[in-house]
């Protein structure tokens, strides 16, 4: 389980939580998230499939760009 808060000035506008949820056949981890929208009050929620190698900051951009896609 993984969290980040996405600040501007101090103010929260974004909140990621996630969740490994286990390695798929091609090796890359399945995560679960939900993306909370502050200032739209919107809760995204979707899943992706990150290489556990490559890091948290690519999680993370992972995530955010999922997120983006559902816009």
Not at 1 to 28: D, R, S
Not at 37 to 63: E, F, P, S, W
């Amino acid at each position: 389980m993984f969290t980040v808060e996405l600040k501007i000035n101090g103010a929260l506008v974004g909140h990621v939580y996630g969740v490994n949820k286990g390695v798929a056949a091609n090796g890359k981890t399945s995560y679960v998230y939900d993306y909370y929208d502050v200032g739209n009050r919107k809760i995204t929620k979707g899943t992706v499939k990150h290489k556990r190698d490559d890091g948290l900051n690519k999680l993370i951009a992972l995530i955010l760009e999922d997120v983006d896609a559902h816009r």
